[in-house]
């Protein structure tokens, strides 16, 4: 990879490094909008208490109440409606799900759509929350300049995803997480080391255990993302002595989803915790939350891994539609050895998937709250931002392989074409 990465420099592949200058720049833009603060609003919030998620999932810009506090969690919000919708329950949704790349289109759109009227109700609830005493035209104005700061990311995302180089939301997801790494890392080191409250040398072990973890973890999701399930194909109008008897097949990864399961888990707990953070720490409902959703808590932390299961299982079948893949299959004159083609592939196929989406949802699961059980047990005084480790670190390094993947596809192609 490293090798092919060196093509880089090659001054026929320029256009390549205007790509990466054009989505290094998107995401400078990203990290200075989380620190410029909506007027008015200069030290609203002293404690993020429940909020620590949403805040690190947007790159602090929650804490610092940036134009861009709610970052792109509208649109993850507004994916999983429609995704929703999608599962026969609305016949609109579903003939969308089903017209190929243009109904793929239209049901971004909306999903664009519906995330704009959700930062909106979001912005309106975060600025009733956290700025006390303002009129409703002081909030409205507050609400519409949230709004705009999702809006304005999510063109940013797609020109990234158009002229840079990978899927722009999902970077600006990635960087976010990033920035926060240093302060979790920090936090850790003080609560750890400098203000422990046991031994130091206990202090000292627990924190390099810490770090030994989260490589543990980069490792894990990098074996995780290169993980496949190779199906044999043949094809009955061609010989193998045509293709030097190579072999064709369909891969599956072990997680066809990647980090969407993880992504959704965490928004939909977020959820709760908005709610909870709007009503204040003193209300029914904060403290419910606070003991059996927050997933640092045991039925927290269960309910997280379901939700990453019930995800992984919703985000395969919106990717791959075992029906349509058997029907392309038979139309190519594919088939698969020993299977016979139409239904029986499609069945095939299916359970195929489910196997190997189990594995993988376990993978990411385990991966996901190894660093919650991990500070669980080491100390019960680690800050709140720590807490988003496992999920952090899953997401970021699922986002770079995937771009690094396409960034290396890319310097393959180029370079074979040059040759040619």
């Known amino acids: 990879m490293f090798k092919n990465l060196k093509l880089i420099f090659s001054p026929k592949n320029k256009d390549i490094r205007k790509r990466i200058g054009f989505t290094l720049f998107g995401l400078l833009i990203f990290a200075v909008g989380t620190t410029i603060p909506v007027p008015g609003t200069e030290g609203a919030i002293s404690n993020l208490g429940l909020w620590e998620l949403i805040n690190a999932i947007g790159g602090g810009a929650l804490k610092n109440f940036s134009i861009f506090a709610l970052g792109v969690m509208p649109y993850i919000s507004a994916s999983i409606i429609t995704g929703i919708l999608q599962m026969d329950i609305i016949p609109y949704f579903t003939e969308l799900k089903d017209s190929g790349e243009q109904g793929r289109q239209k049901i971004n759109q909306i999903n664009r759509y519906i995330g704009i009227v959700l930062a909106f109700l979001q912005g309106f609830a975060m600025a009733f929350t956290f700025v006390k005493g303002a009129g409703t035209v002081e909030y409205l104005k507050i609400a519409l300049i949230l709004t705009g700061g999702t809006a304005f990311l999510l063109w940013l995302g797609d020109q990234i995803t158009q002229k840079g180089m990978g899927n722009g939301i999902s970077l600006i997801i990635m960087a976010g997480i990033i920035s926060t790494v240093p302060k979790m890392f920090i936090d850790t080191f003080k609560t750890l080391i400098l203000n422990h409250t046991g031994s130091l040398a206990m202090g000292i072990v627990g924190f390099i255990l810490f770090v030994l973890v989260y490589l543990l973890i980069v490792v894990g999701v990098i074996f995780e993302e290169s993980s496949e399930r190779r199906i044999p194909i043949q094809y009955s109008n061609r010989t193998t002595s045509a293709y030097g008897q190579k072999q064709s097949y369909i891969p599956f990864k072990l997680n066809s989803a990647g980090v969407m399961p993880v992504i959704f888990a965490s928004v939909i707990l977020s959820i709760p915790t908005f709610i909870g953070g709007i009503l204040g720490n003193d209300s029914g409902f904060t403290k419910f939350v606070t003991n059996y959703i927050n997933y640092t808590t045991p039925t927290g932390f269960v309910l997280y891994i379901i ?40 069945k095939y196929i299916k359970k195929i998937l489910y196997r190997i989406t189990f594995l993988g949802s376990t993978f990411i699961a385990v991966i996901a709250g190894l660093p919650i059980v991990f500070s669980s047990f080491i100390s019960t005084g680690l800050p709140a931002s720590v807490s988003i480790g496992g999920t952090g670190v899953l997401i970021v390094v699922g986002v770079a392989i995937e771009t690094c993947k396409q960034l290396e596809s890319s310097l393959i192609n180029r370079n074979y074409k040059g040759a040619r």
Do not use: C, D, H, W
């Open 307 to 346: 939700l990453i299961f019930v995800f992984g299982y919703f985000y395969t079948n919106m990717q791959i539609n075992p029906k349509e893949l058997a029907k392309n299959l038979n139309k190519s004159g594919g088939y698969i050895p020993g299977i016979r083609p139409g239904v029986e592939t499609e």
